[in-house]
């Protein structure tokens, strides 16, 4: 089985910023790599799909790269609405696996 | 509008059944491979299970094979999780999540199982 790992676990960062979320699979992957937000209470939202494409209606601040095994997740200018934890997710191989998830927080 | 409502879900007892069902609109439910994702209280997302459109191909995480079963009926454009030989650890929020491009493209809002004494 693939897994998913992702850094930091949680991120505490400041309206406007630019924050960086990394994922490493444990083989590669080629581009099967998938990025979510999940709010609170919420269900997850695809944002990113094949490790670079952003999903229809998802804000242009939002972008990822990589390839392989080393994945990057960006928010290029952090808003108040971005708060959630984010997971990555690879679909290489069943089973299907998802990241331990990145918690972001306002400072 | 695409959309996914779960039910089925509640309190069971340790080694009892459950039931979920996803009921699909606003899509071709018998175009897609659908998807049974789960979330522990506080925890990450675990993918469940895999059913392909036709029903021909169907797979499960190593930790619920032998004990749940993934079914769809594409008349009735809804999707199934029958889960039996349940355990405190099976308790999470269960999600029936669309595959399109191999990421889950919609969810629905969940349903929750707890399985206590």
């Known amino acids: 089985d693939i897994q998913m790992t992702q850094s930091p676990s949680s991120l505490s960062a400041s309206v406007g910023d630019r924050v960086t979320i990394t994922c490493q699979a444990s083989q590669d992957i080629s581009n099967y790599l998938n990025w979510y937000q999940q709010k609170p209470g919420k269900a997850p939202k695809l944002l990113i799909y094949d490790a670079s494409n952003l999903e229809t209606g998802v804000p242009s601040r939002f972008s990822g790269s990589g390839s392989g095994t080393d994945f990057t997740f960006t928010i290029s200018s952090l808003q108040p609405e971005d708060i959630a934890t984010y997971y990555c997710q690879q679909y290489d191989n069943l089973p299907y696996s998802f990241g331990q998830g990145t918690k972001l927080e306002i400072k | 509008e695409v959309q996914l409502v779960e039910s089925g879900g509640g309190l069971v007892q340790p080694g009892g059944s459950l039931r979920l069902s996803c009921a699909a609109s606003g899509f071709t439910f018998s175009s897609y491979s659908m998807n049974w994702v789960r979330q522990a209280p506080g925890k990450g997302l675990e993918w469940v299970s895999y059913?392909?459109?036709?029903?021909?191909?169907?797979y499960y995480a190593d930790s619920v094979k032998g004990r749940f079963t993934i079914s769809r009926d594409n008349a009735k454009n809804s999707l199934y999780l029958q889960m039996n030989s349940l355990r405190a650890e099976d308790t999470a929020v269960y999600y029936c999540a669309r595959l399109e491009r191999g990421g889950f493209d919609y969810w629905g809002q969940g349903t929750l199982v707890t399985v206590s004494s």
């Open positions: 059913i392909s459109s036709s029903s021909s191909t169907i």
